[in-house]
């Protein structure tokens, strides 16, 4: 049956701060190539390449699941040694599978939600210093009262 403790028992005794996730250049560089297919350049928008993706990842990354985290890390390296093309095409895969109905479809939304969520997170966080993506679509956290 193996460790019964696998889980941790909510509520936590006190905070605990996430293990730090080390990323090689092969999984940066995987991000990077995902970022190209699934952020295209647009004139109007920052390119996901300036944004210092190695500084800011570790912000989602960390707080993964294990299980979760180490299949993005094999994908990611997979990633770093494929052409954009076959990159954009896999992604088109994942996306066609994932309207597939039920069961079939299900692991094709996992991944879908998984690899563009960590392009969106990281992209929209808007950590490029001047606010540029925040400022473009209009986004405003201010409370008035």
Known sequence: MGNKNKYIKLPLPEYQEPKRTVFTKAHLKGVE????????????FPAFSEIDVEKYLNRMVDY???DDKSAILIILKLFSIMPLFMIGWTMSFIETGSKWQGMPGAPFRMLRIALKGLIFTVYYSDV?????????????????M
């Open 33 to 44: 190539k995902l970022g190209k297919v699934v952020m295209p350049e647009d004139s109007d």
């Open 128 to 144: 490029t210093g001047d606010q540029a993506i925040h400022s473009k679509i209009g986004y405003d956290a201010k409370i008035v």
């Open 64 to 66: 993964m699941y294990e």
